[in-house]
């Protein structure tokens, strides 16, 4: 697009990619993909991912016996992160309708 326009490519506006990471967060990343959601049936909020068969995924992702731990603990990193990103989306969407509805 840059060069169409005849411009340079700003470097902080160019998105990261999965591949500009180590091989370690890309596992994780693959990983976690792949993880069933649980969701909280009666309210609708998010549980976090289910980890069971978690050690055959990461036989299958071909990780490393060594790297294992740092990649289980990135995965829970990134679950908690998208987590909070959840219940803030959850909670403005509240704050919304707690706004329109009549009093």
């Not at 976690?32 to 909020?45: F, I, K, N, R, T």
């Not at 990135?74 to 909070?84: G, N, P, T, Y």
């Amino acid at each position: 697009m840059c060069e169409a326009l005849g411009t340079a490519p700003v470097e902080e506006q160019i998105p990261v990619e999965l591949s500009d990471f180590p091989p370690e967060i890309q596992s994780a990343f693959e990983i976690y993909q792949v993880l069933q959601d649980m969701w909280e049936p009666m309210s609708g909020a998010y549980i976090g991912k289910n980890m069971n068969g978690i050690s055959d995924l990461m036989q299958i992702y071909q990780v490393p016996q060594d790297e294992k731990r740092f990649v289980l603990e990135l995965i829970a990193l990134i679950d908690v992160e998208r987590s909070s990103q959840i219940d803030l989306k959850r909670k403005q969407e509240d704050s919304l309708k707690d706004r329109k509805s009549p009093p």
